[in-house]
């Protein structure tokens, strides 16, 4: 399956500055991403425990279910997802569509194998503070120790390993690294690293995220 979609994904571990990276590009006007979408990281998830059951990929198998229809499948419904959701009336068929479900990173060989164009922001925060801004925060996390700095700790240690190893895998080419403490030291230089490693041209509208927040035809914050 060829898909010329060119998209960007926008990942990490929660509390790692997704939601900064995801609202400073969807204030750029050649881009549009929305808010969290929670139901890409759950059908990869799927998609995944599927194709690594052998029993699984009998029964699809004889069923005439091969791994490029699920592919098809798969991509058509994510697209799908990023095309209707988050969409402001000055949006167009040139907008460039972005997604930022954090966890999404961790199926980068895959969505790349869905989507070829794709291209991918890392977001790498500090992990201690992570685990701070998740205990203190009581932020809840899938499969996350959320009461103990020592467990989110190692959870945030498993999970980073997972996606910085895949974004080596897809390489440099299509995967992006930033980190958060460099993104709010020096938010114009971290952007126009960004925008050029997207292709897109600079805008200052990146810079005054803030200032569309919420507001007609701005950027959408889930509550």
């Not at 599927?50 to 699809?60: A, G, K, V």
């Not at 005439?64 to 058509?76: F, I, P, V, Y």
């Not at 490693?197 to 919420?214: K, P």
Request: glycine share 6%; aromatic share 6%.
């Amino acid at each position: 399956m060829e898909n010329d979609n060119p998209l960007i994904w926008i990942g990490g571990v929660p509390r790692s500055g997704t939601t900064l990276m995801r609202v400073a590009l969807d204030a750029h006007p050649d881009i549009q991403c929305g808010a969290e979408t929670r139901v890409i990281p759950r059908m990869l998830s799927v998609h995944a425990a599927m194709e690594r059951s052998d029993s699984e990929t009998t029964y699809l198998e004889a069923a005439g279910l091969t791994n490029d229809t699920l592919d098809s499948a798969l991509a058509a419904y994510i697209l799908t997802v990023l095309t209707r959701h988050g969409v402001r009336s000055t949006s167009g068929p040139s907008h460039l569509l972005c997604n930022k479900d954090p966890f999404t990173l961790r199926s980068m060989q895959r969505l790349l194998r869905l989507f070829p164009h794709s291209r991918f922001v890392l977001m790498i925060r500090d992990g201690r503070a992570v685990a701070d801004s998740i205990v203190s925060g009581h932020v809840t996390i899938r499969g996350f120790d959320v009461e103990t700095h020592r467990g989110a700790l190692a959870d945030w240690n498993r999970a980073m390993s997972t996606m910085f190893s895949q974004c080596m895998t897809v390489t440099v080419e299509r995967c992006l690294p930033v980190y958060y403490e460099q993104l709010v030291l020096e938010p114009r230089e971290q952007l126009q690293r960004v925008l050029r490693f997207l292709g897109v041209a600079w805008n200052d509208a990146v810079l005054r995220h803030e200032t569309v927040i919420d507001q007609p035809d701005g950027v959408f914050l889930s509550k």
